[in-house]
């Protein structure tokens, strides 16, 4: 059989933007297609030459639409940047993509200004989750047009962020993969902020092996995947504070796949750490995400409020009340956390948690300001930790299949990236066996 050329994978990508019949207009804010055609096309000419390339050469890749491409608009899934000039070059990671040969596709919808885990837009249209799609719930956010631009093969892989899980909560949501790396490791020059202290740059694809592809790409990393037995792993399952408000079919798909990995020879410790007491006191007011979110915003929003999801401004005024004095304090109480978090799962390969503790709600239920903002709240709460503690994380699917989308995080301690990259590798070929 002749193989499928990188131009026809890209043309039917491009087919599924286009088709009326799908959610191609509200999940691509722009997209590039004589960009990604020529890109294409060009891997598809070295590759009959016998050239060798990267394995990225060529592929499809969607960006969030807060990294700047060279001569387009960044508008960060708002209005209020209506009248922005063009980039004049491209992000760091975007950089990066295109020196190894990568097709960029478009740029993809989020929740406005990153700053909700639910993905709702009401600007530029929310597309729903690839799951039950005639019930239109959620995709998750912010990365929400990354996130559905995989799982319904617009693109190969996708570039998000995530301030406090908005790779993992939409990868969850849509039954593909999604990383939160070390912050440190993925340059964010070019990336419109949310928190300069919680920011991450990370990957969605539909398998681990290319999630870690596309990582050591925007990350510059020569490293690569580890083999190793289930039997080795030593793996801490966290019992307080993440599990909380769990629904009955979030917990038997969590619960079941401890049990795979269990009987596959993985050493399960049940754990308490106590450092998650400690998070209402870090997250209290809005936290440093308010306070580095209004830092930013504070003109715009003067001059451009009107512009502006009020469920979104609302959350960054609450940045207005938090002093000089207390961001500080704010960053030490973090430091510390982060130093517990350490030490309270250094025995550990990585640490198991629910990605969220619910299944993608239905956009009409969340309608109502005071549900949107519980729910909101509820989503972000289990990924907001690796954040906190500026750990890396990985979202796996661990439902069976046909059901609803549940994700399994693997989490470690920062700079155990390729660690937790190579235990979710192991985690996911179990569940899928």
């Not at 059989?1 to 959610?23: A, C, F, W, Y």
């Not at 709702?120 to 799951?131: C, E």
């Not at 619910?358 to 289990?382: F, I, K, M, W």
């Amino acid at each position: 059989m002749e193989q499928i050329s990188k131009l026809e994978t890209v043309e039917t990508m491009l087919s599924r933007i286009e088709d009326p019949r799908g959610q191609g207009s509200v999940v691509f804010t722009q997209v590039y297609r004589e960009q990604a055609r020529a890109s294409a096309a060009s891997a598809d000419v070295l590759e009959k030459a016998g050239i060798e390339q990267h394995p990225l050469a060529g592929v499809a890749v969607s960006v969030k639409d807060l990294f700047d491409v060279k001569g387009a608009q960044t508008l960060a899934g708002s209005r209020a940047l209506s009248n922005a000039k063009p980039a004049s070059q491209d992000a760091t990671v975007v950089a990066r993509l295109r020196r190894c040969g990568a097709a960029i596709i478009g740029k993809t919808n989020m929740t406005e200004f990153a700053f909700s885990g639910l993905g709702i837009n009401p600007h530029y249209g929310t597309p729903v989750s690839v799951w039950d799609r005639p019930a239109r719930r959620i995709p998750g956010g912010s990365s929400s047009g990354a996130a559905v631009s995989v799982a319904e093969g617009m693109a190969w892989a996708a570039i998000g962020t995530d301030t406090g899980g908005s790779c993992r909560i939409p990868a969850a949501f849509n039954g593909i993969v999604g990383m939160k790396p070390t912050a440190s490791t993925v340059p964010r020059d070019g990336a419109l902020p949310l928190s300069s202290s919680y920011d991450s740059v990370g990957p969605l694809a539909s398998t681990v092996a290319d999630c870690a592809r596309v990582y050591s790409v925007i990350s510059g990393s020569t490293a690569t995947l580890v083999k190793r037995e289930c039997s080795t792993l030593r793996l801490g399952v966290i019992r307080n504070y993440v599990l909380e408000g769990l629904d009955d079919y979030v917990g038997h798909a969590y619960e079941a796949a401890l049990k795979k990995l269990a009987e596959a020879g993985a050493v399960l410790h049940e754990l308490t750490l106590p450092v998650l007491n400690g998070m209402p006191d870090v997250l209290h007011g809005g936290g440093l995400v308010a306070a580095e979110a209004f830092q930013w915003h504070r003109e715009l929003l003067a001059s451009n409020e009107n512009e502006y999801d009020p469920r979104v401004s609302l959350r960054i005024l609450r940045g207005q009340s938090i002093g000089a004095a207390d961001y500080i304090s704010l960053l030490a109480v973090r430091e510390r956390m982060i130093q517990r978090w350490s030490e309270q799962i250094a025995e550990f390969d990585a640490v198991l948690m629910p990605t969220v503790p619910t299944v993608a709600p239905q956009l009409e239920s969340l309608e109502d300001d005071d549900e949107y903002g519980r729910v909101n709240l509820l989503l972000l709460r289990n990924p907001t930790v690796v954040n906190i503690m500026d750990g890396c994380a990985v979202s796996v699917p661990c439902h069976e299949r046909g059901g609803a989308p549940v994700g399994l995080s693997i989490a470690g301690d920062r700079g155990r990236d390729w660690l937790v990259l190579s235990i979710a590798r192991i985690i996911e070929q179990v569940l899928a066996g």
